[in-house]
């Protein structure tokens, strides 16, 4: 059964600092993988997604990272600002009988102080 | 495009209650999804839609149904509402076709208390 995992939890670094967030994922078989945003009482926005078959993806400040065979996946977010403050999620497509449903990890909570 | 719009955005039930979130598409997306984002939590999903006129249960169906008469529209209903489904309620939409990123797009969800 595939699960996502996400760690820390929770984040907090000042205004500037370059930060890396992880995601694990148990099973290699995947069609991709998405980041998304959420801000408090928000929904989703979508940041950056991968197939399976790359190994990053860019945007902006961002850049995610995904290594199928060890089942991670790495957001870097570049010179970080306090409107970088949300929660940030990642998904794995799961190619099941499922309807290509979205596993989602519990989230990292970034706190970016001015 | 409007994307996938959601309403309501917030309802409060009482228990034994039933409501219908409505959840609409204008990407002529065929496949669509309804998740449930408990506090703290990743979503799952409850159920999901290959097409038109065919659903199937995801992770956690129980307490709800739903149908799916057009490509646009994927209404999820709560019949007997109770206090474990309270909860915040996205529709996703995803364009499953040879060729595509199988990317989802997220309404704006609905916020539901159970009380």
């Known amino acids: 059964k595939q699960e996502v995992t996400q760690i820390p939890a929770a984040l907090s670094v000042p205004e500037g600092e370059n930060l890396v967030l992880n995601c694990s994922f148990t099973?290699?078989?995947?069609?991709?993988l998405q980041w998304f945003r959420q801000d408090p009482g928000k929904g989703l926005t979508s940041l950056l997604l991968i197939q399976s078959s790359q190994r990053e993806q860019t945007s902006g400040r961002l850049n995610a990272s995904l290594d199928k065979s060890s089942g991670r996946s790495t957001l870097y977010i570049a010179a970080s600002q306090p409107g970088d403050s949300a929660t940030y999620l990642c998904?794995?497509?799961?190619?099941?009988?499922?309807?290509?449903?979205?596993?989602f990890g519990q989230g990292t909570e970034l706190s970016v102080k001015p | 495009n409007a994307g996938v719009t959601q309403t309501p955005k917030f309802r409060i039930l009482k228990i034994g209650q039933s409501m219908t979130l409505q959840c609409t598409q204008d990407?002529?997306?065929?496949?669509m999804y309804w998740y449930r984002q408990d506090p703290g939590m990743g979503l799952k999903l409850i159920y999901y839609s290959v097409g038109a006129g065919i659903t199937d249960k995801g992770e956690v169906p129980n307490g709800y149904n739903v149908s799916r008469s057009t490509t646009e529209d994927f209404p999820l209903r709560l019949e007997l509402a109770a206090p474990s489904q309270t909860s915040v309620y996205f529709c996703?939409?995803?364009?499953?076709?040879?060729?595509?990123?199988?990317?989802?797009?997220f309404g704006p969800g609905t916020r539901l208390t159970v009380t």
């Open positions: 998904a794995v497509n799961a190619p099941d009988n499922q309807g290509g449903k979205l596993i």
């Open positions: 990407m002529n997306h065929n496949y």
């Open positions: 996703a939409s995803s364009p499953w076709t040879s060729g595509s990123l199988h990317e989802q797009y």
């Open positions: 099973d290699s078989a995947i069609y991709n």
